[in-house]
């Protein structure tokens, strides 16, 4: 059975830092990319970042360059989303996915989903 599961959100002060997890579990760790994706009140999910098995990155959206970074640890299928310098135009829903494929940003073109972990950046 495959299962994503993000933790380490919470509410943060401006300029604050969360990191965030996803431990991945049911499906062949090596072949999959993962990304982060985002989702604020009445607004689409947006992808944030990915990083491919072999440890290839992309950021999808300029705002979170600099300040994101994405990392992965294939020992014990997990990665991370260290966020620095938050803003309160961070707040959303943050979720992993996988997809069996290339470095991507496209929500429909994952394959698996965690429930998500809400970040708050707020004073």
């Known amino acids: 059975q495959v299962q994503l599961v993000e933790s380490g959100g919470g509410v943060v002060q401006p300029g604050g830092s969360l990191r965030l997890s996803c431990a991945a579990s049911g499906f062949t760790w090596d072949y999959y990319t993962i990304g982060w994706f985002r989702q604020a009140p009445e607004k689409e999910r947006e992808g944030v970042s990915a990083?491919?098995?072999?440890?290839?990155?992309?950021y999808c959206v300029d705002s979170v360059k600099g300040r994101f970074t994405i990392s992965r640890d294939n020992f014990k299928n997990m990665v991370y989303l260290q966020m620095n310098s938050l803003k309160p135009e961070d707040t959303a829903v943050y979720y992993c996915?996988?997809?069996?494929?290339?470095?991507?940003?496209?929500?429909?073109?994952?394959?698996?989903w965690g429930q998500g972990t809400q970040v708050t950046v707020s004073s």
């Open positions: 990083i491919s098995s072999s440890g290839d990155s992309t």
């Open positions: 996915a996988a997809r069996r494929r290339s470095l991507g940003c496209l929500a429909q073109e994952y394959d698996f």
